[in-house]
């Protein structure tokens, strides 16, 4: 009766070290967690976040408070003074403060919306790099199979070589089949391991499964749009766009601030302040008033060895630059979205064509078999026909989750990626993929 309880702890204890089995969502929790690269984004908005502040500060009320005591020496002697104050000043006017808050505003949108657009980038790094090892498994399971069928092809050569009824020419054939499917093996099984670790990178959580597509998988498209209805929409609502956008009104504050140089400031300042009369020496002497004074000034430039102009003409090269970074996104992000929606849409058919081309390709295998058996068929035939199984196995697998990375950037171009379309393809990941041990070791 004392053997369950301590099983049960046993288990418990060391059940945080065992790797579990993961789906994409997991896998995106765990990114969200630990990424690197999406932390640094997460800092970046905190410091964009702060700019507004950092300019809004100048344009509040200043006050600092003194106290200090002065030794002096004259010619009847030496002596020291004591006095206390509290002074005040305030930005009537400024426009380049006022400007450079407007600017800092931006920069504070465009850090929240690239901070948004890194968010979107994380769900597709992470699917990225949960698809690419579920394609490499897949494909390393047909590298293994067909090195087990070359093996079995070269061991059935050999055989009929020993008693005369093959030459050795196909012994040579079946052997030299046989070697590159083991060199297939074992680069799939080194791709595996490649892609796991960079799963790993973004995750920081090893797993021992992970959740595919099933074999009756069928692709559908997300939404019945048009081409040109994802583009409208990226237009509108992408966020790496926004952000561009942003940091071009940040661009036209500075060219204001920079203008601002010519313009005169108003400021007011007050000062409030007594004597402390424990610090005279000789004793202080009389009443202890408190000195008060209220100045409004003006400043007005006139001459500043032409580095207003100059700093003009930077923050107007700057806005420029900053437009056509607008301009080329607006290209890119435009191109993206039709490229991801006609990625979808083909993406349908290729998966479709991939799953008849391995079917076809399996028969074909299974007909060279059956004819090498009645005499019909070489080896090589054999051989052939199993490379060509290959080679469609691996291609059905990468098609089947470039459709899904496809859809998912397709979003992402338009803008209105989110975790609910995570959790959309992470519905149709219901298959069990156990990684190789060895093979997903931290």
Same mark, same amino acid.
């Given at each position: 009766?004392?053997?369950?309880?301590?099983?049960?702890?046993?288990?418990?204890?060391?059940?945080?070290?065992?790797?579990?089995?993961?789906?994409?969502?997991?896998?995106?929790?765990?990114?969200?967690?630990?990424?690197?690269?999406?932390?640094?984004?997460?800092?970046? #908005?905190?410091?964009?976040?702060?700019?507004?502040?950092?300019?809004? %500060?100048?344009?509040?009320?200043?006050?600092?408070?003194?106290?200090?005591?002065?030794?002096?020496?004259?010619?009847?002697?030496?002596?020291?003074?004591?006095? !206390?104050?509290?002074?005040?000043?305030?930005? *009537?006017?400024?426009?380049?403060?006022?400007?450079?808050? #407007?600017?800092?505003?931006?920069?504070? #949108?465009?850090?929240?919306?690239?901070?948004?657009?890194?968010?979107?980038?994380?769900?597709?790094?992470?699917?990225?790099?949960?698809?690419? @090892?579920? @394609?490499?498994?897949?494909?390393?399971? +047909?590298?293994?199979?067909?090195?087990?069928?070359?093996?079995?092809?070269?061991?059935?050569?050999?055989?009929?070589?020993?008693?005369?009824?093959?030459?050795?020419?196909?012994?040579?054939?079946?052997?030299?089949?046989?070697?590159?499917?083991?060199?297939?093996?074992? /680069?799939?099984?080194?791709? @595996?391991?490649?892609?796991?670790?960079?799963?790993?990178?973004?995750?920081?959580?090893?797993?021992?499964?992970?959740?595919?597509?099933?074999?009756?998988?069928?692709?559908?498209?997300?939404?019945?749009?048009?081409?040109?209805? !994802?583009?409208?929409?990226?237009?509108?609502?992408?966020?790496?766009?926004?952000?561009?956008?942003?940091?071009?009104?940040? +661009?036209?504050?500075?060219?204001?601030?920079?203008?601002?140089?010519?313009?005169?400031?108003?400021?007011?300042?007050?000062?409030?302040?007594?004597?402390?009369?424990?610090?005279?020496?000789?004793?202080?002497?009389?009443?202890?008033?408190?000195?008060?004074?209220?100045?409004?000034?003006? %400043?007005?430039?006139?001459?500043?060895?032409?580095?207003?102009?100059?700093?003009?003409?930077?923050?107007?090269?700057?806005?420029?630059?900053?437009?056509e970074a607008v301009e080329q996104t607006k290209r890119a992000i435009e191109r993206s979205t039709r490229s991801a929606y006609q990625a979808v849409v083909t993406g349908i058919s290729e998966v479709e064509a991939r799953r008849l081309e391995v079917v076809s390709a399996q028969s074909a295998?299974?007909?060279?078999? @059956?004819?090498?058996?009645?005499?019909?068929?070489?080896?090589?035939?054999?051989?052939?026909?199993?490379?060509?199984?290959?080679?469609?196995?691996?291609?059905?697998?990468?098609?089947?989750?470039?459709?899904?990375?496809?859809? *998912?950037?397709?979003?992402?171009?338009?803008?209105?990626?989110?975790?609910?379309? /995570?959790?959309?393809?992470? #519905?149709?990941?219901?298959?069990?993929?156990?990684?190789?041990?060895?093979?997903?070791?931290?």
């Open positions: 009766m004392l053997r369950h309880p301590l099983a049960i702890a046993l288990v418990l204890a060391l059940a945080p070290f065992a790797a579990q089995a993961d789906d994409l969502m997991q896998s995106y929790q765990n990114a969200r967690n630990s990424d690197p690269q999406f932390a640094q984004a997460e800092s970046a #908005r905190l410091i964009s976040a702060e700019r507004p502040v950092i300019a809004r %500060s100048v344009l509040l009320p200043h006050i600092s408070g003194s106290i200090g005591t002065t030794r002096y020496s004259n010619g009847s002697g030496n002596g020291r003074t004591g006095s !206390w104050g509290l002074n005040l000043s305030q930005t *009537l006017f400024d426009y380049g403060d006022i400007s450079a808050l #407007r600017g800092a505003k931006a920069q504070d #949108r465009a850090g929240g919306y690239t901070l948004a657009a890194a968010g979107q980038t994380l769900i597709t790094r992470t699917s990225a790099a949960y698809f690419n @090892v579920l @394609v490499q498994m897949e494909t390393l399971s +047909a590298a293994e199979a067909a090195e087990a069928a070359a093996k079995k092809q070269f061991d059935y050569a050999s055989k009929r070589l020993e008693v005369g009824l093959a030459p050795i020419t196909d012994v040579h054939e079946a052997r030299a089949q046989y070697d590159g499917a083991r060199a297939n093996t074992m /680069l799939a099984r080194n791709a @595996v391991q490649d892609a796991y670790q960079a799963l790993l990178e973004i995750t920081n959580a090893p797993v021992s499964v992970l959740k595919g597509l099933p074999d009756d998988f069928t692709p559908a498209l997300p939404a019945q749009r048009s081409a040109a209805d !994802w583009v409208a929409e990226a237009m509108a609502s992408n966020p790496t766009l926004q952000a561009q956008q942003a940091s071009l009104e940040a +661009a036209e504050a500075s060219v204001a601030t920079a203008r601002a140089g010519h313009y005169p400031t108003v400021g007011l300042s007050a000062s409030y302040g007594k004597a402390i009369t424990g610090l005279y020496d000789p004793a202080f002497i009389g009443p202890n008033h408190a000195s008060t004074s209220v100045g409004l000034s003006i %400043s007005i430039p006139i001459f500043s060895g032409f580095a207003v102009q100059s700093n003009v003409r930077s923050a107007l090269a700057q806005r420029d630059s900053a437009a295998y299974d007909a060279s078999q @059956v004819g090498l058996e009645v005499g019909t068929r070489t080896v090589l035939d054999v051989l052939n026909n199993q490379r060509t199984l290959f080679s469609a196995q691996q291609a059905y697998a990468q098609a089947k989750y470039s459709f899904l990375q496809s859809r *998912l950037l397709l979003e992402q171009s338009a803008g209105s990626l989110d975790v609910a379309d /995570l959790e959309d393809i992470n #519905r149709l990941l219901t298959s069990d993929k156990p990684i190789q041990a060895g093979l997903a070791s931290p």
